[in-house]
């Protein structure tokens, strides 16, 4: 039976896997079609944040017999991104110097396509197990973060998602609203991808 909870540390490895098993395809154009330095990225980035014990950036789990088979995280306030300084740490360490100096133009490519994000309960990732995608579990997650919104006096919920992608369109049917387009051709040239779409829902 499908049951929510809050992450807890011993799911970590499962969510990283869950978010980054199958990097996105931004995340693979960014590090140069490397797919393992893709996930070594994301797995970097969810150490930073921690999946427990952290109130701004907050982390729930599906789970099928207490194995964690969906994920859904969210900021309730804007959470200090990586400073260029850590990011580019965080990058040298993966991929080392040569590779680095080569990246350079598409981590400033990803810088062109951000969004203005409005305050409220913010999703920054969804995903479902391949073996669980089509049976509730992603509608499921997202409810239970609209309820964390409504609970703490939130009145809206926002996400990001890439232009026209499946996701995107999966949340529109979920009532979620496209409210602006980042677009910029360097970014869609060196990451390949057409932009991002920034959504809202009135709760
Ligand atoms: C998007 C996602 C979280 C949906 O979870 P889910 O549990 O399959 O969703 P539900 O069962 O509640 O809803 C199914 C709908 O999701 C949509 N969907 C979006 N991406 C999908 C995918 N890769 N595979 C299957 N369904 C997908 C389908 O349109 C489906 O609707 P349909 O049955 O009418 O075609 C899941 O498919 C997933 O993890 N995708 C990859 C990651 C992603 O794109 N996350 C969203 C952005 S962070």
């Not at 994000?117 to 973060?145: K, N």
């Amino acid at each position: 039976m499908i049951e929510l909870r809050q992450a807890r540390q011993g799911d970590a490895a499962k969510i990283v896997d869950l978010i980054y098993g199958t990097p996105g395809d931004e995340a693979i154009a960014l590090f140069g079609g490397n797919v393992a330095h893709a996930r070594a990225y994301g797995a970097a980035k969810i150490a930073r944040q921690g999946v427990v014990g952290n109130d701004i950036h907050q982390t729930f789990v599906a789970t099928d017999d207490g194995v964690a088979v969906g994920v859904i995280r969210f900021e309730v306030e804007e959470e200090r991104s990586w400073t260029p300084v850590e990011q580019l740490r965080t990058v040298l360490r993966i991929v080392g110097p040569a590779e680095a100096v080569r990246m350079i133009p598409r981590i400033r490519a990803m810088r062109n396509v951000r969004n203005v994000i409005r305050p409220g309960l913010h999703l920054t990732e969804c995903y479902v197990d391949p073996a669980y995608r089509g049976q509730s579990v992603g509608t499921t997650l997202i409810e239970w973060a609209e309820r964390v919104a409504v609970a703490g006096d939130m009145r809206m919920i926002t996400c990001e998602t890439m232009l026209g992608s499946r996701a995107q369109h999966w949340v529109e049917r979920l009532g979620y609203v496209v409210k602006s387009v980042a677009l910029d051709p360097t970014y869609t040239r060196l990451l390949g991808c057409p932009g991002r779409t920034y959504l809202e829902k009135t709760l």
